[in-house]
């Protein structure tokens, strides 16, 4: 069992930066799948990026793709998510999740098996 606690959400305008948290615990020896889904009132929950905990392998939805960089940090089992350019678009509940996995690689399409309980994120114009 893995437990994941997301920090680092909060209110910033059109433009800024954010950084957002996800500290593991629990059965953290193993290698996994760990990354950022979002998900916006009204809407369908997105990825946004994953990242292999062992090899440091991302993958990132295209629309992710030069504003978002994801970063593991394994000595403190915690995923980060810096946030730059931030549009109003971006506000949502980011959450984290975490699979264990025996490969090298990542996608957003695995079946992520822990989640966290998220951390809002509202960018204003």
């Known amino acids: 069992q893995v437990q994941l606690v997301e920090s680092g959400g909060g209110s910033v305008q059109t433009g800024g930066s954010l950084r957002l948290s996800c500290a593991a615990s629990?059965?953290?020896?193993?290698?996994?799948?760990m990354g950022w889904f979002r998900q916006a009132p009204g809407k369908e929950r997105e990825a946004v990026a994953v990242?292999?905990?062992?090899?440091?392998?991302?993958s990132y939805a295209d629309s992710m793709k030069g504003r978002f960089t994801i970063s593991h940090d394994s000595a403190k089992a915690t995923v980060y998510l810096q946030m730059n350019g931030v549009q109003p678009e971006d506000t949502a509940m980011y959450y984290c999740?975490?699979?264990?996995?025996?490969?090298?690689?990542?996608?957003?399409?695995?079946?992520?098996?822990?989640w966290g309980k998220g951390t809002q994120v509202t960018v204003s114009s």
């Open positions: 999740a975490a699979v264990e996995t025996y490969g090298s690689a990542c996608s957003t399409k695995y079946e992520y098996a822990y």
């Open positions: 990242i292999n905990t062992s090899f440091g392998s991302t």
């Open positions: 629990g059965n953290t020896n193993g290698r996994y799948c």
